[in-house]
Nanobody, 119 residues
């Protein structure tokens, strides 16, 4: 079960880093991802990273501002968010173990962490 942390309230233009801790031995062999959701809307893909960290993919809305990374020695996934905008406000979810990289489908989900960007 992934566990997210690092959410909070931040002013537009500033930065925030989310973390996701994952227990178990399979972290280093699993692709990981971040999604986000605004109340009343569907969950939206943000970024994903291959098991080795060599391959990453981003949603167009965050490309150039967000960076996904991982520490396989510590079983932690990160999302560095820069130049935040009010429209980035959402609950951010960590997802583990891709069943389909192409379709961005994942097996395990965290409870989410709230990110609020004020204007």
């Amino acid at each position: 079960q992934p566990v997210e942390s690092g959410g909070g309230l931040v002013q537009a233009g500033n930065s925030l880093t989310l973390s996701c801790a994952v227990s178990g031995r399979t972290f280093s062999t699993a692709a990981m991802a971040w999604f986000r959701q605004v109340p009343g809307k569907e969950r939206e893909f943000v970024a994903q990273i291959s098991h080795s960290g060599e391959v990453t993919e981003y949603a167009d809305s965050v490309k150039g501002r967000y960076t996904i990374s991982r520490d396989n020695a510590k079983n932690i996934l990160f999302l560095q968010m820069n130049r935040l905008k009010p429209e980035d406000t959402a609950v951010y979810f960590c997802a583990a173990s891709a069943t389909s990289w192409r379709n961005r489908e994942y097996s395990y989900w965290g409870q989410g962490t709230q990110v609020t960007v004020s204007s």
